[in-house]
């Protein structure tokens, strides 16, 4: 099992290549197809349950410029899996090149501890966390096009911006009150 290097292949000239990891791949078609109708860049859309990637293709494998991973938090298993795939990652791709995704934030069933565990994580790696809503079109369309907008930056499409740079904007922070008990 190999490291996903970020750096390891040369980038292809107006392109940038996104990878949405996904345990339950129900949000993840949905988001790759509104992804690829972007005209202005050829975007290609690699998709996992979890990392790592297996090794049999990882000559053609292009650059991988955005590493997203999709929790879905009504899920444990979502969560756990996308906190077993970061192993997997090198840690240069926690300078700008990677993202976390929340689908169903809005669900009274989902417990608070398991967002608070999912903003730790995305805080402590210095990554953005994106919410999205995943069951109107609308919610699909947006959630891409913000993920577009980091999907360039990260890319190098963006004069004068780097990842990183993007990165410090959008990081998620914590609150200093986040480890104390809720009285709802």
Known sequence: MSLLKPFSKLPGLNTANILLV???????????DTLVEETAV?????????LPLPMENEESRPRIDLVVFIINLTSELSFRSAEASLKYLDPGYFLGKVCFMVTNARNASVPTERLDAVRKLAA???????????????????????LLTILKVAAGLVPM???????NLTRCTLPPDIDQPSFD
Request: hydrophobic share 35%.
């Open 124 to 146: 402590s790696l210095h990554c953005p966390l994106l919410f999205a809503e995943d069951q109107t079109p609308d919610g699909v369309t947006n959630a891409a096009e913000r």
């Open 42 to 50: 050829t975007v290609n859309v690699r998709l996992a349950k979890s």
């Open 22 to 32: 996904e345990s339950e791949e129900q949000f993840q078609q949905n988001l790759a």
């Open 161 to 167: 911006t780097t990842a990183l740079y993007l990165s």
